[in-house]
Every structure is written in structure tokens, then in C-alpha cells.
């Protein structure tokens, strides 16, 4: 069974950091590019960032570029976030979703499927 | 940017009623990259269709969805007690953004 699973949330005051993991399992980690997904409660969806199978292209949403970072160990088929200089409008749950489709040299083309169950971040002071 | 608007934001339907929900596209979207999701409360999303018509693995043939260029539409026959949730288009042809949702309930 294809499964992931966030952990890493948690309360955080405005400006501190955050790291975000994502386990994957029941498939070939390798061979996918992997997403994150934010949704504030209550509210819409919000793509995030997104890497291919080997890093090799990475992107993000303008309201977190330069202070999110993703990465990933596909090694240990796990998927990361790296949050800095958090805000309070960062607040949301975090999903991690595999993509299907392709990657060019800049971004890839996915949908998401499956998604994990998230991962609540509550940025407050 | 493209835009995806969604309408009506809620549908008060009965069970087994046809559902239509809209989402409309501020710019073409190319080669269909138009998928379809259901989120259930406390759930995460699920891919119901991709490809502007093509459903996920085990989804039933109830939910069809149609369209191209930047009107789009997803329909769901005969509306199952399970079927009334939130549904969100996401277009995938030039970077990646998600519509504002539609609430299917129980009339």
C-alpha cells in the first residue's frame, strides 16, 4: 500500500524555523517527484514546492520562496521541508503528495496522488 | 498565473441527483493538465480525475469529468451518500494552482 506520513509540525513563533519530514513507503521512492500542499482550516488548497526524482528541478510558490527550502533522501525515502523566517500567515496544514507526471528542467507538471494525512504548523507568538 | 474559479461554491443536491461543477481557467490550459480532487472533513484530498477526463485508479464511472482550453467541468450521477464533499480543480500545464473548491451537500 502506497502510504505517507508528515511529522515535523508544531507550534513556532514568527520568524523561527521548522522542518517538515515525509515518509514514504509501498512504492519506488526514487522514480517520483514529490509535492508539498498547504491548506489553512477551513480554507482552499496551496501548492507549496515541488522537487523531481533526483533534485534536479526544484520549485515553489512565490509566498515561500527564499525561505523554504525542500529536499529529499531517497535513500531513506523521505521527503523534507526546511521553513525559515516562519509568518503567521504560514499557518496551515501541510500535506506531502506524490506527483505523477513529468518534470522539466525548472518545475514538474503533477498532479497529486496519493497525499499523506498532514501535518498541523501554527505559527504564533 | 493561472486562476481557477470554481462555481457554485456550494451545490445542495439529494442522493442520486447529478451533480455539474464548474471551473473556469483565467488562461488556457495546456494539453488538458486539469485534475479534479474530492476532500472529505479531516481528510486529505483524493485524485478523482486527471487529464480533463481521466478517472484515478478506483474511481467509480459516476464521476466523469470534461472540458478544455479554460472551461472545465466535473459531473457525478446519481449522487452516493459518500459522494457529498468538497471538490477542488487543480491545473498542472504552467506551474500549479488549485481552485477555490465547491461544497456538495445534502439538500
Given amino acids: ?125 | 498565473e493561472i486562476v481557477l474559479t470554481q462555481s457554485p461554491g456550494t451545490l445542495s443536491l439529494s442522493p442520486g441527483e447529478r451533480a455539474t461543477l464548474s471551473c473556469r481557467a483565467s488562461q488556457s490550459v495546456s494539453s488538458s493538465y486539469l485534475a479534479w480532487y474530492q476532500q472529505k472533513p479531516g481528510q486529505a484530498p483524493r485524485l478523482l480525475i486527471y487529464g480533463a477526463s481521466n478517472r484515478a485508479t478506483g474511481i467509480p464511472d459516476r464521476f466523469s469529468g470534461s472540458g478544455s482550453g479554460t472551461d472545465f467541468t466535473l459531473t457525478i450521477n446519481r449522487l452516493e451518500p459518500e459522494d457529498f464533499a468538497v471538490y477542488y480543480c487543480q491545473q498542472y500545464g504552467s506551474s500549479l494552482t488549485f481552485g477555490g473548491g465547491t461544497k456538495v451537500e445534502i439538500k
Fill in chain 1, 1 to 125: 500500500e502506497v502510504q505517507l506520513v508528515e511529522s515535523g509540525g508544531g507550534l513556532v513563533q514568527p520568524g523561527r524555523s521548522l522542518r517538515l519530514s515525509c515518509a514514504a513507503s509501498g512504492f519506488m521512492f526514487d522514480d517520483y517527484a514529490m509535492h508539498w500542499v498547504r491548506q489553512v482550516p477551513g480554507r482552499g488548497l496551496e501548492w507549496v514546492s515541488g522537487i523531481n526524482w533526483n533534485s534536479g528541478s526544484i520549485d515553489y510558490a512565490d509566498s515561500v520562496k527564499g525561505r523554504f527550502t525542500i529536499s529529499r533522501d531517497n535513500a531513506k525515502n523521505s521527503l523534507y521541508l526546511q521553513m525559515n523566517s516562519l509568518r503567521v500567515e504560514d499557518t496551515a496544514l501541510y500535506y506531502c503528495a506524490r506527483g505523477l507526471g513529468y518534470c522539466s528542467s525548472t518545475s514538474c507538471h503533477n498532479r497529486f496522488d496519493p497525499w499523506g494525512q498532514g501535518t498541523l504548523v501554527t505559527v504564533s507568538s
